[in-house]
């Protein structure tokens, strides 16, 4: 089965970069990404590339290869489910905010939504593959949606679950540590597997492509994301420890890292860890155990969500003690808003509920990041306000829209930012906020200065011989 015409349902960070390589390795085949926001698909045909909905490096360089050519952004999404011969679903699928399992389990409404479309618009055979992040056995719940009109048409179900990281999703995509694809057992499935199969390896190597069956390939997505989660959780709970006895994180990450049963990566400690995935995931996991009468492991998989809380409220906390115990109209510089260094993303970043926490305390907030708008980051905060009313409120304060726009300044410059502040927190590791001038900041702080690095963006050293009262995770 040669597949000469895909859809992809969702233009945002998986869907975009993710097509875009396949068009670009696959000049033969059409690719059309479609979405109903209006906004996003102008944007991603914005002939100014710098305009793309998503930031992400070199992700520019391969759409201004392939758009025109064979890859198209459109809001006609019935024309692009039609015309396809394969559909890929990458939509959003958050936390739900209501109902069962509010607060933990998957809402997957928006890919419903998108099954019943499939099947209402198709006409011929279609291959219907997850891209989206989904619980283990959504694969049926799709089917049966798909094949609920009997209208002679045949659907094959495959899951492809994607594994980037924002901030070096291109490179991913490029150089995979594995393609993952999940199918079922009949003949035409297998068909459907080596078709999806043979669009990977224009430029994927066989021996990285791996298959399985539907529901190995759905669960193996959360796995290796609460897997990375128990990391950074694991090495944030010994920061503390560190604090507390005088040995320095940094260095017991090096040398447990050392180990090659182990291995360096997901060992940096910080603030937290944040984005699309990890959270919602292991929620979602733990959703899923307690549904399967399996508490003890539902409740080992939700203490790393509690060590990722307690990290974010113990940073805060360090930041009140240190500034004599209140922080009440005092300027505060948060420097980054993204999740992490290299993306736009913004979905569950430490910062949000750094700034939030503070904001409770009566901080007066300026924050600066270099690729996050001023309306993203109102809309954030504005967010965990609705959050606080639908899901929990913890005894803090519900703030209105009117409050957070005045105790809130987004700043275009860094050093209007930082000027006349108290305090400066580091929550994204921006390689540029390496390179400031921080003697001048230091000058035109109030004094005593503090900074607080919760990403460990900074040299302690090189920090302390300018004047900051300095305070970094784990040391």
């Known amino acids: 089965m040669k597949i000469k015409n895909i859809c992809c349902i969702g233009a945002g960070y998986v869907g975009g970069p993710t097509m875009a390589v396949i068009a670009e390795n696959c000049p033969h085949i059409k690719v059309t990404v479609v979405d109903l926001n209006a906004q996003r698909i102008k944007d991603w045909n914005d002939e ?13 360089g391969v759409v201004k290869i392939a758009r025109g050519r064979n890859l198209f952004f459109s809001t006609d999404v019935e024309k692009a489910i039609h015309e396809a011969e394969m559909i890929f679903i990458s939509v959003n699928t958050p936390t739900k905010t209501y109902g069962v399992g509010k607060g933990m389990a998957a809402d997957l409404k928006f890919i419903e939504l998108c099954a019943r479309q499939i099947a209402d618009v198709s006409k011929t055979d279609k291959i219907v593959v997850e891209k989206s992040t989904l619980p283990v056995r959504t694969a049926q719940t799709i089917n049966t949606i798909l094949t609920s009109k009997q209208n002679g ?19 991913d995509l490029y150089n995979p540590d594995r393609v993952l694809i999940g199918g079922g057992d009949s003949k035409d499935d297998q068909l459907a597997v080596q078709a999806l199969f043979e669009i990977y390896n224009n430029w994927v190597a066989k021996d990285k492509i ?29 920061s503390a420890l560190c604090e507390k006895t005088g040995s320095d994180i940094d260095e017991i990450a090096q040398a447990v890292g050392a180990d090659s049963r182990i291995g360096s990566k997901f060992l940096k400690s910080s603030v937290g860890f944040g984005g699309s995935c990890f959270q919602k995931d292991i929620l979602n996991l733990v959703y899923l155990c307690r549904q399967f009468n399996l508490p003890e492991v539902a409740d080992y998989w939700e203490q790393v969500i509690k060590i990722n809380d307690y990290q974010k409220n113990r940073f805060v906390k360090n930041i009140i003690y240190s500034l004599f115990n209140t922080v009440s109209g005092k300027k505060i510089a948060i420097l980054g808003w993204a999740f992490k260094k290299d993306t736009n993303d913004t979905r569950e970043s430490p910062a949000i509920y750094v700034t939030d926490q503070l904001l409770q305390d009566k901080a007066e907030i300026h924050i600066f990041d270099p690729k996050v708008c001023a309306k993203q980051i109102y809309s954030d905060l504005e967010d965990i306000q609705i959050q606080r009313k639908n899901i929990y ?3 803090l304060q519900v703030l209105s829209i009117n409050a957070i726009r005045k105790m809130v300044k987004v700043h275009n410059n860094p050093y209007n930012a930082l000027k006349d502040s108290h305090a400066v927190c580091i929550l994204t590791e921006w390689e540029e906020f390496k390179t400031y001038d921080w003697k001048k900041v230091y000058k035109n702080m109030l004094k005593p200065a503090f900074l607080f690095d919760g990403r460990g963006v900074l040299l302690k050293e090189a920090i302390n011989e300018i004047g900051f009262n300095f305070y970094s995770i784990g040391k």
């Open 48 to 60: 100014d590339l710098s305009n793309l909905p998503i930031y992400e490096p070199d992700l520019a």
């Open 153 to 171: 048409v045949k659907f094959q179900v495959l899951s492809n679950p994607e594994f980037l990281a924002e901030g070096s999703a291109i490179a």
């Open 210 to 238: 791996i298959t399985t069956n539907l529901w190995s390939s759905e669960l193996s997505k959360l796995t290796a994301n609460a897997f990375l989660a128990q990391r950074i959780s694991s090495i944030n709970s010994f």
């Open 393 to 395: 409120s913890g005894g």
